[in-house]
């Protein structure tokens, strides 16, 4: 059964970067990888998905521009710059069919294979 190890979270100042990494346990190389994230009171929400697929990257409208996904083997990073303390939440990567299941795939998690969560705290 594949299982997603997440690792790269912590502490950082308003402005500060840190980069978050999924990896596939069974070391497969080409899975359609999705981050999400969630904060205190509020829903889980699609940050950010990476095709098996040349389809090019997908990211929400608060992290353009500073975030960036990219693969290298069965490793999925997501590169987070600029960070800001709305930023704060537990980040989960998840297995997805395609990228067009990011932004609702956490309505349904139990479809799909998601990481143990990661802490990410931005603050002063």
């Known amino acids: 059964q594949l299982k997603l190890v997440e690792s790269g979270g912590g502490l950082v100042q308003p402005g500060g970067s840190l980069r978050l990494s999924c990896t596939a346990s069974d070391g497969f190389n080409d899975y359609t990888i999705a981050w999400h994230r969630q904060a205190p009171g509020r829903e889980r929400e699609g940050v950010s998905c990476?095709?098996?697929?040349?389809?090019g990257a997908k990211y929400v409208d608060s992290v353009k521009g500073r975030f960036t996904i990219s693969r290298d083997g069965a490793t999925v990073f997501l590169q987070m710059n600029n960070l800001k303390p709305d930023d704060t939440a537990i980040y989960y990567c998840?297995?997805?069919?395609?990228?067009?299941?990011?932004?609702?795939?956490?309505?349904?998690?139990?479809?799909?294979?998601w990481g143990q969560g990661i802490q990410v705290i931005v603050s002063s």
């Open positions: 990476i095709s098996s697929s040349d389809e």
């Open positions: 998840s297995e997805l069919p395609t990228c067009n299941y990011y932004e609702t795939a956490a309505r349904a998690p139990e479809f799909f294979t």
